[in-house]
């Protein structure tokens, strides 16, 4: 049996004084609940824009913002809550969970497990339990990937087997036994609720389809684009979080969207530190990791151009972003050679 390493702080060899970290790990609900009425705002006043251009040439557009500020916070909110730390009072915790694992369409107890086993084994391939993709990435793996595609068929498979009790063996290995009821129930209660939203729209209740399904389907793209540059060519089976891990730099916007996951290898060193701690971790720590990568969007633009390139047979270095070493080819210069 292979021996795996945990991978965290102590892996990558960084480190914090205790003190300080006790201080950076402390819970709250205020942050969390301040969060949270803004993504209520944003969602009314979006919302409300959907309800106005119903009938006009603006509704799919209306539709489409609305559905990032549905879809990304709904992510954002539910890997936080997966880790017990956006709110303090547990019971807000787990509310929470289940609403935004409802809409980013994850079964919170599997959420909560597969992550955990995310984080114990960073990008180790046959132990992480969220690798999505195959690496090196090439375009039809991107597209299938930013499509919300993978993660649709992924994830029906798996609520249909969980709901039947026929647990695939990677869920039983991150699973704890007495929790597998949990996923069982749990995964019927989701199925459920799905089928009543697509039922009522069947039936011609048509707000499902206006503010939860049809929005949710348009957003996916741009949540799954913040999700795809976490890890993307970076270094598998490696136990150093800093280099099977990217952060990037963010807007206001960003960072609230995303809840301060673009403090990614930061939140991997030190999952338990809360989202409002994040940028502080990171003044404690950025002497120790590497440098941000430059912005969702010009970081999402080279990992485009280099899958792209990199299905074309080109040269795959990306022109700022971080490689692994064995991520980067570059066939015009080894023909010269």
Known sequence: MTDYQATNAASSGISVPKKNLKALMRRSDKPGLIWLAQWVAFLLITGYGVYLSIGTVW???????YGIFLTVPSYALSHECA???????????EALLWISSLLYYEEPNHRRFAHARHH??????????????ATPMNFKGWLLEITG?????YETRLFVRNALGKFDAEVLDYTPASELGK???GARICLAV??????????????PLWFIIIPRLLGAPVMLLFTL????????NDVDICKSTRSFTSNWLGRFLYMNMNFHIEHHLYPMVPFHQLENLNAEIKDQIPQPDPGFIRTNLEVLQVVWRRSMGGSTRAASIRQAPHMINTPDLQEMS
Not at 120 to 133: C, H, N, R, S
Not at 194 to 207: E, P, Q, R, V
């Open 59 to 65: 509704h799919w557009p209306a539709m489409f913002l």
């Open 83 to 93: 880790h017990g730390s956006a709110f303090r009072t547990r019971g807000l915790n």
């Open 120 to 133: 114990t084994y960073t990008w180790i391939e046959g132990k992480d339990a969220q690798m999505p993709f």
């Open 149 to 153: 595609w993978a993660l649709y068929v």
């Open 183 to 185: 996923l069982k129930w």
């Open 194 to 207: 799905y089928a009543s939203l697509f039922g009522m729209a069947l039936a011609g209740i048509m707000w």
């Open 229 to 236: 540059i976490q890890h993307v060519e970076m270094q598998e």
